[in-house]
């Protein structure tokens, strides 16, 4: 017996629960050098502004115990370039494909969005308010729930497709930050952005980034990610896909217990590019050994003290 | 261009060289015969303390066996965990990535200039060019170091008939002074009809891509930047271009033409 | 010429900048058995709390990767065995001895702090009001720049000697905390407690700990807490006690150069007992070779882009 | 009771026994001659991805030369990193810890029951024993296992001239069934001026607990727990007493009197 590997996330369903997150998978084209992309559950875009984007100057990323530092600053082609040159690419790919949006005022998010409408290769658009390493935008509309309902809202209105928020671990509920997402008519959530932090060099003295901080991922943060899981799967029904630090089949595992639907992994990439295939490998062989049916069986059913 | 390969290999030989280099030669890799020079390979260390991988240059490869050889200079963590790998100890390889070296046209005279960590692509660079039937006389080897510590592997490549030079900046060896000087008189000289390969430190590669501008010289640069992924996906390694805009030295490098990077 | 390693934090003067961190070093006992705690920049009690606690049911700690997540649950003597059983001890220690306070209510910390008041050995009393691992108490008031200020205002009434205030990371903005609680008296900021984090069993798919959620500290968090000093060090200009995955001097010196006057070393003082020893003595090498004539001088010297 | 010392010390011998079990003997540790049966050393793992330290039994000490061997089970990524030292390699070793076994009088007869991975300190405990002039046939030396291949060290304990008496689940070897069965009958029909020693799985203690509360035989029971300090100042490894509380199991125990601790 297979286990069934399909989820549904808002009406759109996957092939299997294992996508690649935002800004670690490009738009796609070096990935498919090395393997299929359907063998994906699905693919997120780096995050789409308006303007093409710079990013930072380099440095922009560093190392870290056991993860890393970015602060790439949203660099990215535009949504015209991207609609002109990096679609074509995508609709070929028999994969799910979810366009990560970020923008740095209301307006910004709902033009990028409105745009997108007409984009059919693209199944759901998940909005970024959390991206620590812009001055303005990101993090700030995912850090305050007034905020957050009004540019999911907006976003909403513009918007017919599915629409996921992604949101910032740098605060102090992201479950109230989800019920204000929810409230502003968002269908799922994807639970988590990087944690803010930095690294210094000791011999210049000078930071390691030159954003000064950045995003903290990797397995360093695996068990911030999943009490964040858990904080927003105890607030709200939506589904959840959860993403932080997972490496491997038991990550995905802590994951789908603390009641992701579906996952995403970004660091592991680096290291391991075909991290997703050996995780949906790894998946299938635990429900098996367990004999379970379906992957679904997994979500939210982790027994707590 | 070949696809990378993401391949468990294993260490089949290592020599120890001085002044903390090491040859290691990875086997069985199944893209050994598409490694061009000027490529590189990612390379997952043994777990332990250090997560991500680590780029290094094609040193060499022996295409009917998949041997791929890498010249390793320890200087931190990961080639410190590198260096004590032993004979027969697996690891995963990602590669060939990057772009390799435009070779260059038969008649032209090649100006290597290696400094330090950045001779083993142009080792692979010259042996590649005389395998195709390149002229040894017509390749010079200049070849930088601090101390004569610095310079490996010198009987290697003497034996490929090239017109070696070295340069060290204490003079135990070769010309003293640093690399740059005699390839500048060099191509002040003869500057016509050739093309520069360079390799090595950040203020080596500056002074070469100035030499190239200023003497009208064209040339190719390899470049190093810390890489997170190597393959293009996470926008870490890049360096400003000159006509503005950034590059991925993982993946729309680590080879730039002289005068393309902002150095 | 030996660099000159003493610090002064809120009138009150270290031998060295290196201390132990709360709930990493007990009451000082066993330490003591390692080496004379005379080496230590200063102690760090266990929090005390008004009536003993027995803490959480085991599991109670559990390893991750490059850290641990610990749901001790306060466990401690309470304030009168701590003074009748281990205050003697302490005051025989050549050391600064600071004690850490914890209540469920102002009440409790007040109370707590009012009778810290005659008890002579103490240097000062830090007030924890970031525990991750409590249902009341802690957190909760470290999480809201009122309650902030109306605690440390409240004990501050009452405790006549420095006071500093422990800060939790799990904000939206520690920089607001900090204010918070400079208004209501603060001398000094410990920066920070635990990072709010789970893990799960996979095999039993129960939490791994019978809190279910635990405070996640060790390398993992370094980035985070460095990234906290800078916050509160931009917004503040009281002295900073920096803590989080301090393992060697090669950290120290980057929580130094962040803007912290002093260090506590927690999750590594399991690894290595002597860790702070080591550090003080990198410190000193590091000084020397850079011929710096006092560890101060590295206080916020970051040179930022 | 002694302090603890911190020292790097050396792998001077390693075994590999069956069923992935080693013997580890690290030398020169200074404090080898004050370990006492039931102390543990608390050893770092060379640096890896595990960050902790880990627990383990003494086994035997040679006092002259400070040779401390440990016995050890490869159960997880910790273990697994400890079998891959090699002889010669460095490790740091903080001990000893813990409240050891209180040695019995000569005339009291010495059940000993060891389950599995329990039974480095019972072996300890037995060669203390007869060194200290304790009559061997006077020490019942009861050892589980789940199949013939968990009993290891067999001849060694032979050599000392106890009286071993081998259970097994599957009846490999000795006599089929848990090993408390055998203790059991043999407490109710000899149970008078015995005490027991016990270290093994957490199931044959509480079988082994209720045994000699039943039968109203004293004895020790060493147990296990994860143990982030070693030293007592986490209260991670804590247990909880019969009589209230929590006792930290690093250095209240992890000895404990039989009925102590509500298994
Ligand atoms: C395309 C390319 C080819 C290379 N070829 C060779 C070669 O043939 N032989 C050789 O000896 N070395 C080569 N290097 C350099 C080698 O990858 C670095 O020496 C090594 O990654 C850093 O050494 P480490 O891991 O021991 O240092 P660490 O101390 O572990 O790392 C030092 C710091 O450098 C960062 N870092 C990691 N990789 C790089 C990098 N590539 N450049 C700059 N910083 C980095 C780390 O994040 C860390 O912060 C090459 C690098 C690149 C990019
Ligand atoms: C006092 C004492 C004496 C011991 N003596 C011996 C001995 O002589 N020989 C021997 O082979 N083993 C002994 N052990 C057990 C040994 O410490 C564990 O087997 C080891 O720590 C866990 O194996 P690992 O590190 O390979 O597993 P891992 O997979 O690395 O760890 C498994 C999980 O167990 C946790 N853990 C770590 N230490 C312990 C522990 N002590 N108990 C339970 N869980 C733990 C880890 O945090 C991890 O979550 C002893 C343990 C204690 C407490
Ligand atoms: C280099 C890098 C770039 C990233 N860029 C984006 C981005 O553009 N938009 C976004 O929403 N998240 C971005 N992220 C965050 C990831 O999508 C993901 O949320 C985070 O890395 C945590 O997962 P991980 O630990 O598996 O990497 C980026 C992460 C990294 C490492
Ligand atoms: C086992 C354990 C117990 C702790 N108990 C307390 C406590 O009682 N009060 C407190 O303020 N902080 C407590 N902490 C937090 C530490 O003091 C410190 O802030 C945190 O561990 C981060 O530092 P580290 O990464 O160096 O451990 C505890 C930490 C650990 C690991
Ligand atoms: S290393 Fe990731 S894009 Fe170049
Ligand atoms: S292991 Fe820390 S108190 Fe026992």
């Not at chain 1, 209301?106 to 984009?119: C, G, K, Q």
């Not at chain 1, 360093?220 to 932080?244: C, E, N, Q, T, Y």
């Not at chain 2, 390899?222 to 950034?246: D, F, Q, R, W, Y």
Request: charged share 20%.
């Amino acid at each position: 017996m297979t286990p069934d590997m399909k989820v549904m996330i808002a009406g759109v369903e996957f092939d299997n629960p294992v996508l690649t997150a935002s800004g670690c998978c490009g738009y796609g084209e070096e990935l498919a050098q090395l393997y299929p992309l359907s063998k994906l559950g699905g693919l997120v875009t780096k995050s789409i502004t308006l303007e093409p984007r710079l990013g930072h100057p380099p440095p922009r990323t560093a190392e870290t115990v056991s993860g890393m530092l970015n602060a790439i600053g949203l660099a990215n082609v535009g949504i015209e370039a991207f609609i002109r040159e990096k679609v074509p690419f995508l609709a070929k790919q028999q994969t799910r494909i979810i366009v990560n949006v970020a923008g740095a005022t209301i307006d910004e998010y709902v033009e990028v969005s409105r745009r997108l409408n007409d984009v059919a290769v693209l199944d759901m658009i998940e909005l970024n308010i959390s991206c620590p390493n812009v001055d303005q935008g990101g993090i700030q509309f995912g850090s305050d729930p007034y905020l957050t309902e009004k540019v999911v809202a907006a976003v909403r209105a513009v918007f017919a497709r599915p629409l996921i928020v992604k949101l910032s671990p740098n605060v102090t509920s992201i479950g109230d930050i989800a019920s204000a997402a929810e409230a502003g008519g968002a269908d799922a959530f994807t639970v988590m952005n990087s944690v803010i932090g930095t690294a210094v060099d000791i011999d210049t003295r000078r930071p390691r980034l030159t954003n000064n901080k950045g995003g903290l991922t990797g397995p360093a943060i695996k068990p911030i990610a999943l009490a964040m899981v858990d904080a927003v799967h105890s607030r709200s029904r939506l589904p959840i896909i959860g993403v932080g630090g997972i490496s491997d089949w038991r990550d995905a595992v802590e994951f789908f217990l603390c009641g992701a639907t579906a996952l995403q992994i970004g660091t592991a990439l680096f290291v391991e590019p075909e991290a997703p295939l050996k995780i949906v490998h790894g998946l299938k062989d635990y429900l098996r050994k367990n004999k379970m049916k379906s992957i679904t069986d997994l979500v939210g059913r982790l027994e707590k003290y | 261009m070949t696809r990378p390969k993401c391949e468990t290999v294993r260490l089949i030989k290592r020599r120890d060289l001085k002044n903390d280099y090491f040859s290691f030669t990875f086997a069985p890799f199944s893209a050994a015969d598409k490694c061009r020079p000027g490529q590189f390979v990612h390379l997952k260390l043994p777990a332990g303390e250090v997560y991500f991988r680590r780029a290094f240059s094609v040193a060499s490869v022996e295409t009917s066996c998949g041997d791929l050889e890498l010249i390793v200079k320890v200087v931190g963590r990961g080639t410190r965990i590198l260096a004590a790998l032993r004979r027969g100890d697996a690891t995963n390889l990602l590669g060939p990535l990057g772009q390799p070296f435009k070779l260059p046209r038969r008649r032209e005279r090649v100006v290597i200039v290696a400094g330090g960590v950045g001779f083993p692509p142009l080792l692979f660079l010259a042996q590649k060019l005389i395998d195709r039937g390149h002229d040894p006389k017509h390749i010079l080897f200049f070849y930088g170091g601090r101390s004569r510590s610095d310079i490996i592997e010198r009987s290697r490549i003497k034996k490929l008939g090239v017109d070696l030079r070295i340069a060290t900046e204490d003079g135990t060896l070769g010309e003293q002074g640093l690399v740059t000087k005699p390839v500048k008189t060099f191509l002040q000289k003869y500057g016509d009809n050739c093309r520069i390969f360079a390799c090595g430190p950040e203020g080596m590669l500056k002074a070469v891509n100035e030499l190239g501008l200023a003497l009208h010289v064209p040339g190719q640069l390899s470049l190093e930047a810390p890489m997170p992924c190597g393959i293009g996906v996470c926008l870490g390694c890049v360096v400003p271009l000159t006509a503005g805009g950034h590059a991925r030295v993982c993946c729309d490098g680590p080879v730039f033409q002289i005068g393309e990077v902002a150095l």
